[in-house]
């Protein structure tokens, strides 16, 4: 299996629940840019409250901004799976004077079931736990199992956010899908199914 590998794919797709179980496997950090600016929001830093009101509209945080906060755990990292960058050009020409990605996986999902995932999502913000209300919910009533906290939906995945998230997605992502196709690192899996059978979708694009 390749070791560095970067998930694409639009809000939604899965790309988080499936990188937690890849990073698992392989051993390598799984690094969220998302979860990350989660963190500096709840931590009120300076990062955090520049993010937020991109955040807050779904928009993209500046490039230099995300970039400053991720290439430390890259630079020299041997492996690592990467959930939400690049989100556009600008980020996969600055990722690739920082570390060379082996394989870009594409996650491909409907607009109509991008919208279901994230309006039954609901996360645990103590441990990070991630459900959905349909797939994957909790024993009990929008409580986590692992640590019994209330569940909350993200501020993101209200109706008029998700509409922008996906905006912005399908306005950025080309570029960058051919940036990996001219270097033969593209891989596309289809989102579609159930975790598992996109788990083996997956494993087979890093083989
Ligand atoms: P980020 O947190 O990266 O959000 P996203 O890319 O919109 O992706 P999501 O986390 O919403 O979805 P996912 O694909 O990980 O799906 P998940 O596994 O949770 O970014 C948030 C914001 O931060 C951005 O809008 C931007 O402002 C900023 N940002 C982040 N990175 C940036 C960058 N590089 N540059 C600039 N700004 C940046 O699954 C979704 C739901 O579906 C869950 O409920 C899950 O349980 C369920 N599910 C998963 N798989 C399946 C399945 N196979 N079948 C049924 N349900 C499933």
Do not use: W
């Not at 998930?7 to 392989?26: D, I, M, S, Y």
Request: hydrophobic share 40%.
């Amino acid at each position: 299996m390749v070791r560095k590998i970067v998930f694409l794919g639009p809000p939604g797709a899965g790309k988080g629940t499936q990188a937690v179980r890849l990073a698992h496997e392989l051993g390598a950090p799984h690094i969220a840019t998302g979860d990350l600016l989660r963190s500096e929001v709840q931590n009120k830093t300076e990062l955090g409250m520049k993010a937020k009101s991109y955040m807050d509209r779904g928009e993209l945080v500046p490039d230099e901004l995300v970039v400053a906060m991720i290439r430390g755990r890259l630079e020299n990292a041997s492996g690592f799976v990467l959930d939400g960058f690049p989100r556009n050009l600008k980020q996969a020409q600055l990722l690739s004077g920082v570390t060379r990605v082996e394989r870009a996986v594409h996650f491909a999902l409907s607009r109509e079931e991008i919208v279901k995932r994230l309006s039954a999502r609901r996360i645990c913000t103590q441990c990070g736990q991630v459900y959905n209300l349909l797939a994957r919910p909790p024993k009990h009533d929008e409580i986590c199992d692992a640590c019994h906290t209330r569940l909350v939906q993200r501020s993101d995945d209200r109706p008029e956010v998700i509409e922008n998230r996906v905006e912005v997605y399908t306005r950025e992502i080309k570029p960058v899908l051919e940036f990996y196709q001219n270097q033969g690192a593209l891989r596309e899996v289809d989102a579609r199914g159930s975790v598992e059978d996109v788990y083996r979708a997956v494993k087979r694009a890093v083989s």
